[in-house]
């Protein structure tokens, strides 16, 4: 018996998505001066949401679970043009905003699982 349905599951599963993503942000921001350097973007949110409604129509746990299970992001080489001569197309001012917000998300994702550990917790107590 799964006492938090899918939730715990789903959150790890952003968690993860999240984790890849500030990590691809942060190798972008490490290539801003390297010549040629393409940057890179992860997606997830798009396919995982349909694949989610689409289990979800079913009202099958067992199907919502495995789609959960079986998300994966995917990385992304961008093919952008660039205005420097060097050919390098990473805009640190861009990177610095999706990393701050990969991280925002991630912590606040983090602290709804902490909540729901701890509402279950005190439900345990009888508090």
């Known amino acids: 018996m799964n006492l938090f349905g899918n ?4 959150a790890r599963k952003s968690m993860q998505y999240l984790w890849g993503k500030q990590q691809i942000t942060l190798q972008n921001l490490a290539n801003v001066d390297t010549p040629g350097y393409k940057s890179k973007y992860v997606t997830f949110e798009n396919e995982f949401r349909s694949r989610l409604k689409n289990a979800a129509l ?3 746990d067992e199907k919502i679970a495995d789609v959960i299970k079986d998300s994966k992001f995917i990385v992304h080489n961008t093919e952008d043009e660039s205005a420097r001569l ?16 990969a991280t925002l998300q991630y912590m606040y994702t983090a602290q709804a699982i902490t909540s729901d550990i701890a509402r279950l917790r005190s439900v345990i107590r009888g508090q």
């Open 58 to 60: 079913t009202r099958d």
């Open 86 to 101: 060097d050919e390098n197309n990473v805009d640190a001012d861009v990177e610095s905003v999706e990393l701050s917000r």
């Open 7 to 10: 939730n715990i599951d789903l």
